[in-house]
């Protein structure tokens, strides 16, 4: 499961039954930082896998080196599995928006994604896994659908894919497409990992990924389908505000097992 | 290094991130994107969606941005954010990140520096409303760096460390901020730290005298310390200054009652600082 700063006491006092925990990368990246003591102790007791909201592969600008540097070493104090990290951009021109943003849908990104990603699993030295966004706007010079255009970079990069269907239920009832079409076009054999999470509908009827809440029915089902097309493969849940008690939160990431069957 | 990417790439992103950093609008009460001040070329760009319009999408990513780092501001100061309001808060802070935008992966970087902005253009209160709520600010500020600030083994002076402490800098922990207080706010501060919420608090009244604190990054909080006038003034100095050339400058400001006893006080503090891992090492002028 996805492990947050609410959680490190029921952690510590009841070493709870995970197979593996996985942390925001950016909050571990300073090595004399207070987090990271926190993530020595996780780490004595669990795997730890890497998962990076600042990576901006898709930026006008090159990867930033220094960054890199530091999602590295982390990487290896952690002796991470894999590390991931998304298929978007989150600033550009020196300002960082802190938000996952999409981009057209076209090939010449997929030859710069797919550069930059083989790259970063290159110097990472471990797998390197892409998640498919949930966004809530698409662009009239898309080319290709976002299927298309995630599972090309996957592909061209030799890298990975960390596939979130909540992302993909959100994305496809705001854009209007077939969330099963999009499961269809996923190779299933560069699944590293599948996440879930809870999202929110806004007044306009717009679907938001806000991870707040549990996960809806209907991504439930959908990871059913996922499932049954092309698991098995680790689940992870991520649950990042208005947190419940870590046991309603494992027991919502036990509900995947039952959807299992 | 990797290269970049298309031209044209480049220039989406600067319209998509100027149209996300539109400011909201607040004249309703409530803070609302203002879809009519986005660049056209990027709303004829956004496709339409199953229910919204290209704008209307564009807008939830607008409203995104002011609300994640709204947040932020909020919590690295919550004392300064719930004595203001967070509407007046929202106010300034919007201000701020309207001058000074995000520019690293580090969401925790982006409020660093509100509460100098805060004390250069607080407009609301009298006087003495715009002090407290600008000293509010810096007990936030230094209690979020000393929450997130590095945590290096304390220094703890060897033998020989000692025989040539006059002629050194002490090094201070970078979790160690040093505050000043004409209100009884670090223990509000201190409340809300284990007390989280949103209500509105009000403004303590003001103490006799000001007080001074260490506030040091410790495990997973911060320590506080209370301190004397002098001895805050002597740290502060040790951070500046070799520890010979810091107590000469806090000799010449003593009283001559307090010179006196300047010799005891000044060891009494030195070791008590030590004892509590103020300092992570020592250097020398060359």
Not at chain 1, 107 to 128: K, N
Not at chain 2, 183 to 212: K, M
């Amino acid at each position: 499961m996805a492990l947050r700063t609410q959680h490190y006491p029921h952690v510590f006092e009841h070493h709870p039954g995970v197979d593996y925990f996985e942390v925001i990368s950016e909050n571990f990246l300073d090595p004399a930082g207070a987090p990271r003591r926190r993530l020595d102790r996780v780490r004595a007791r669990y795997p730890v896998v890497l998962h990076g909201v600042g990576l901006n592969l898709l930026a006008h600008a090159p990867l930033d080196d220094a960054y890199l540097d530091a999602l590295c070493r982390l990487a290896d104090d952690v002796d991470a599995p894999f590390v991931t990290d998304h298929l978007c951009w989150t600033g550009a021109h020196g300002v960082s928006h802190h938000d996952l943003l999409p981009t057209p849908y076209v090939p010449d990104l997929v030859e710069l994604a797919a550069e930059r990603a083989c790259e970063v699993q290159r110097r990472l030295g471990r797998p390197f896994g892409l998640e498919n966004l949930s966004s809530y706007v698409e662009f009239r010079s898309s080319t290709l659908t976002e299927w298309e255009f995630y599972s090309a970079v996957v592909r061209e990069s030799g890298c990975w894919s960390l596939l979130d269907v909540n992302n993909i239920y959100v994305s496809s009832q705001n854009h209007g497409f077939d969330p099963d079409a999009y499961l269809a076009a996923i190779d299933f054999s560069r699944v590293l990992e599948v996440h879930l999470a809870g999202h929110a509908r806004e007044l306009d009827g717009t679907l938001v990924d806000t991870h707040d809440q549990a996960v809806a029915s209907e991504v439930w089902a959908l990871y059913g389908r996922a499932w049954k097309a092309g698991g098995p493969f680790p689940t992870l849940l991520e649950w990042d505000a208005k947190i419940p008690p870590m046991p309603q939160v494992l027991a919502e990431l036990a509900r995947a097992g039952e959807v299992r069957g | 290094m990797t290269r970049e990417g298309p031209a044209w790439l480049a220039e989406f992103q600067a319209l998509f991130g100027d149209t996300i950093r539109t400011p909201l609008e607040r004249s309703s009460g409530t803070l609302r994107a203002q879809l009519t001040a986005y660049d056209a070329r990027l709303v004829a760009e956004a496709a339409d969606g199953p229910a919204t319009n290209g704008a209307s999408r564009l807008a939830v990513y607008n409203r995104q941005y002011w609300f994640r780092l709204f947040d932020v501001l909020q919590s690295v100061f919550p004392l300064t954010s719930r004595l203001m309001g967070y509407g007046s808060f929202n106010d300034y802070a919007a201000r701020f990140l309207l001058v000074h935008p995000p520019g690293g992966w580090n969401l925790d970087r982006v409020a660093a520096g509100f509460d100098g902005f805060l004390a250069g253009t607080l407009e609301r209160g009298d006087a003495d409303e715009r002090r407290a709520l600008v000293e509010c600010a810096r007990i936030d500020a230094a209690w979020h760096d000393a929450l997130s600030g590095a945590r290096w083994p304390p220094f703890r002076p060897s033998l020989a460390d000692a025989a040539r402490l006059l002629d050194a800098h002490l090094v201070p922990s970078p979790a160690l901020r040093i505050v000043e207080e004409h209100r009884p706010l670090v223990e509000v501060r201190r409340r809300l730290f284990h007390d989280p919420g949103a209500s509105p608090i009000e403004l303590p009244p003001a103490l006799e005298r000001s007080r001074w604190w260490a506030i040091l990054g410790t495990g997973d909080g911060v320590a506080l310390v209370p301190l004397e006038a002098r001895e805050a003034e002597l740290l502060t100095e040790l951070g500046e200054r070799s520890v010979r050339a810091a107590l000469s400058y806090i000799e010449r400001a003593c009283t001559p009652e307090e010179r006196a006893l300047l010799p005891e006080r000044a060891r009494a503090w030195l070791a008590r600082s030590v004892e509590h891992d103020f300092w992570i090492g020592i250097r020398f002028d060359r």
